[in-house]
């Protein structure tokens, strides 16, 4: 058992956030905590932390700080209840706040998590300086020592700590070039990316991830993935991808009006589970209330007549009867109902032969496509590759480097902005509908807001104090009231739960109209979209059909590529094992002569740790094994070397 919450209570002011929350995490658990915003999942991680910090014991550092990491600087305890730990449990949390090293580099800072090997490595590099002053007395116990040290070293992973880190780093987006910055110069997304760099490398017993794919663009999320998949420790992820939940957790846990429920599984099996244990709990309920209306009718014939015996002991048992609760969700769910549009041409957009970016970059050339009526176009790549600047060049509020855009008759477009910035701050809530409808009636317009959540005294509210989750309501019920024929949305799920995008991808889908959609949601963009122009950054790749399907042909593609590299690699080792000629070393070999192969050794070292630190192989699992592998045989070979030496110098002291 890594940590227990039993019975577990906690309220703020009037307002009840948990009611009895009750669960376990062990060793190696792969846990996803799901629930609407709001239900309560921070407050669970508040309180185990505010836990952990009063029962550490241990003065390092990050023990010191992983409270002052967290989510609020007070301590929170629950209110009724318990939560207990195992002694000495390592939690590592991505925190809000992120603390480097003054002056360090982006690759300093990750490497930092390992300062323990970095001592180690630090004390062997003293005794090899040793090994060239001591006398030759002396000599013996150095080398013993060294070679116990090496052996720790190696098997701590010291000789792969730095390919690991910078396969991580790799892998969460940075480049080659970014290594060497300073991270007081890092924008906000890049420190939480290091941060969660230097999070996946600690290796904690437990891992706490709230939104770890926040700043990620999908090629990231997708590592991260695979890299949670093997991760041997446990860890729990609160997020509202649901593609990561269904690949790298087994086990839900889900906060639901203060309650926590467990399925043991990912989540495509939680909501197959849970539709099925509500119908079976509304049975239960109508059962329940028919059985208490026939036994109160019961009751109310019998209390004064013949049965008065009967009737009292029925009223007893009512009154100890565990009462079945009626299904019920914490909040009411938006319903994003699309209002009918106008009919737009059968073509809405052709593209040819367009060029975008800027007068000091081109990020794709040549792009061309048709959009029909009633298509759905998703437009997906890495951070930085031109997603926004391409729906902006199609809106006309980029101008196109080179090309044509022909939006097609009676089009009406409306724009979702990821930055919110089609709303007016010092607007109140209706009146950025009554903007658009200036003579509606105020009944209306609120029973539309109502839909996205937006009621009472709430449509009053002015629109630069809400949080972004409401800015993002707000904006698609904007969006959806002006019953425009074609939706540009850029993120719109970035600030809705899981409910809310599933109630969105459920309205799109009965969309007559077209949608031309940017999004790092894969789950939404298998529901809507029906092609996908990928951007690299470079250039730009069209296919039809789903995201699920292009992400496949991804794989099969690169594994054709991977197959050929193989085959390749075999035939000219063939070749070269034919013309090869083998030379016998002689059987002693004199200690300069082995010093000059340690040499060459140290160099392959190096050299294989630089084909390790590379772009293609921090992204191809495969390669990266198999340069590990070499890189481990090495190490192997190089402490080989090491006790030949020492054998050999110990000859040479006989013969002398």
């Not at 090997?117 to 150095?142: D, F, G, H, P, S």
């Not at 998949?229 to 593609?243: C, G, L, P």
């Not at 048709?370 to 790549?381: F, K, Y």
């Not at 340069?627 to 045989?633: A, F, G, V």
Request: proline share 2%; glycine share 6%.
């Amino acid at each position: 058992m890594l940590f227990r919450f039993e019975n577990v209570h906690k309220s703020y002011a009037a307002q009840e956030v948990l009611r009895g929350v009750s669960f376990q995490i062990n060793p190696g658990e792969k846990v996803g905590l799901v629930g609407r915003n709001g239900a309560g999942k921070t407050t669970l991680l508040k309180l185990l932390l505010s836990q952990l910090a009063l029962q550490k014991k241990s003065s390092s550092v990050s023990e010191k700080n992983l409270w002052k990491n967290s989510y609020t600087e007070e301590l929170e305890h629950p209110d009724i209840g318990e939560i207990s730990s195992a002694s000495s449990l390592s939690v590592g949390l991505l925190a809000q706040h992120h603390r480097f090293v003054e002056g360090s580099t982006v690759l300093e800072s990750a490497m930092s998590v390992f300062s323990h090997l970095r001592e180690m490595e630090a004390k062997m590099k003293m005794l090899e300086a040793e090994m060239t002053r001591v006398e030759e007395e002396a000599l013996e116990q150095i080398l013993h020592s060294y070679s116990q040290l090496q052996i720790d070293f190696e098997m701590r992973g010291g000789f792969t700590c730095q390919s690991q880190t910078e396969s991580v780093l790799f892998g969460l987006g940075f480049k080659k070039d970014e290594f060497s910055k300073s991270v007081a110069h890092l924008s906000g997304g890049q420190q939480s990316r290091l941060s969660l760099a230097m999070l996946l490398l600690a290796g904690h017993d437990i891992l706490l991830l709230d939104e770890p794919t926040n700043h990620l663009d999908i090629k990231a999320v997708e590592w991260l993935e695979e890299f949670l998949i093997s991760y041997k420790s446990a860890y729990i992820i609160i997020s509202h991808d649901r593609f990561m939940l269904d690949k790298c957790v087994n086990k839900i846990i889900e906060i639901e009006n203060g309650r926590s429920n467990i399925y043991p599984g990912n989540y495509s099996f939680y909501v197959e589970e849970k539709e099925a244990r509500q119908k079976a709990q509304q049975a239960a309920y109508e059962q329940q209330q028919a059985m208490i209306e026939r036994t109160e009718e019961f009751i109310r014939r019998n209390l004064a007549g013949q049965k008065t015996k009967q009737a009292k002991s029925r009223r007893n048992m009512l009154a100890r009867l565990e009462r079945v609760e009626a299904i019920e969700s914490s909040q009411s769910v938006a319903n994003f109902s699309i209002r009918s549009v106008a009919r737009s041409g059968d073509i809405a957009l052709t593209v040819k032969d367009l060029s975008f970016g800027y007068e000091t970059r081109t990020l794709a050339h040549n792009l061309s496509l048709q959009l029909r009526r009633g298509e759905s176009l998703a437009i997906v790549g890495g951070n930085g590759t031109g997603k926004t600047t391409l729906l902006r060049t199609l809106l006309g509020q980029n101008p196109p480097l080179a090309g044509e855009i022909d939006w097609g008759s009676n089009v009406n477009i409306g724009y979702y902005d990821q930055q919110l910035n089609t709303l007016s701050p010092n607007n109140r809530v209706i009146d950025e509908l009554r903007e658009i409808e200036p003579f509606a009636e105020e009944l209306k317009l609120r029973s539309f807001l109502a839909v996205f959540n937006f009621r009472g005294d709430d449509v009053f509210k002015r629109v630069g104090d809400l949080s972004g989750g409401e800015k993002g309501r707000l904006s698609l019920a904007r969006l959806i009231y002006s019953q425009v024929n074609v939706l540009v949305l850029d993120e719109p799920t970035n600030h809705l739960d899981i409910a809310s995008r599933e109630a969105l991808e459920t309205a799109l889908e009965s969309f007559t109209g077209t949608i031309i959609v940017v999004s790092h949601d894969r789950y939404f963009l298998d529901r809507i979209a029906t092609a996908i122009v990928y951007l690299d950054g470079l250039g730009a790749e069209i296919f039809d059909g789903t995201y699920s399907e292009y992400s496949e042909f991804c794989q099969q593609r690169q594994a054709q590529q991977e197959q050929q590299e193989r085959q390749a690699a075999a035939r000219l080792r063939a070749a070269t094992k034919q013309t090869k000629v083998k030379e016998k070393p002689p059987k002693l070999r004199t200690p300069l002569e082995i010093e000059s192969d340690v040499e060459q050794t140290e160099r392959s070292i190096a050299n294989l740790s630089e084909a390790l630190s590379s772009v293609e192989v921090a992204r191809s699992p495969e390669k990266l094994s198999q340069l590990q592998q070499q890189y481990e045989e090495l190490n192997q070979r190089l402490e080989a070397l090491y006790t030949e030496w020492e054998i050999s110098m110990q000859n040479s002291e006989a013969k002398a």
